[in-house]
Structure formats: C-alpha cells, structure tokens
C-alpha cells in the first residue's frame, strides 16, 4: 500500500501534519473479523481536502512502544509483543480506537531504523 501511494499525497500528508505525532502515519481501525481498514494518514486539526477523508480519532491513553529495525518484520514484531506479551501481563486493556504507527525519516530497510507504535489503553480496575 505504502509504495504504490503517489510521492504527491505523501507531501501532502505531510503538509497536513500539525499534530503529534506527527509526519505520515499508518492507523489501523475499524477492527473486524477479516482485519482492520488500514489508512495512510497525517494527524492534524487542518481542514480535510477535497479527495482525502477524515478519520476522527478520540482522546485516549497511548502507551507508546518505540521500535527499532527494518520494516515491515519489526512493526509485526513489536504488534505480536504487544498484544502476546505485555498486554496479559499489563495491567491495561485495549480501549477500543484505532491503533497508530509512527515512522521516523531514514532507511526503512536498516537495522537502526526507529518507529514507534501507538496502542490506546484503558487501566483495568
């Protein structure tokens, strides 16, 4: 998905980008049985232009998970963490809204390669 998306929506994505966190992201929402709506995204309070659509996202708690590596294998990795190791161990549950992946410039190829996933929790009583 990410390569075939035009070099022109990425710039303006990015153009869009006034919030944290901030460049282009990756939001995994609408979870349902055969998987999740994935958008390539930018969070901002900027007007939607004509040709995008706006995904509202609301306030939450994020436990922000940085990750380090090549993609796609170190955003899989850190997900099947997540959800296989620290959540049962947590204390936290899901909160229901879509998830978000940061990704910093540079090589997404190399092993140095930063990224963080953004999960929204709720703390269990």
């Not at 995204?41 to 007007?47: D, F, I, L, N, Y």
């Not at 940085?66 to 990795?77: C, F, H, L, N, R």
């Not at 899901?94 to 940061?102: D, F, L, S, T, V």
């Not at 953004?118 to 009583?125: E, S």
Request: aromatic fraction near 12%; proline fraction near 7%.
């Amino acid at each position: 998905m990410w390569a075939s998306l035009p070099e022109e929506t990425m710039n303006r994505l990015g153009e869009l980008s006034n919030l944290k966190p901030s460049g282009v992201l990756g939001v995994c929402a609408e979870m349902h049985d055969n998987g999740f709506d994935y958008w390539i995204a930018a969070a901002t309070t900027k007007e939607c232009p004509a040709g995008f659509e706006k995904l509202d996202i609301p306030a939450a708690q994020w436990i922000v998970f940085e990750i380090t590596g090549a993609m796609p294998k170190a955003v899989q990795d850190g997900c099947r963490y997540i959800f296989n190791e620290w959540f049962p161990s947590s204390g936290y549950q899901h909160a229901n809204a879509p998830e978000i992946e940061w990704y910093s410039d540079g090589d997404m190829s190399s092993p140095d390669y930063k990224s963080e996933i953004w999960i929204p929790v709720i703390k269990q009583n």
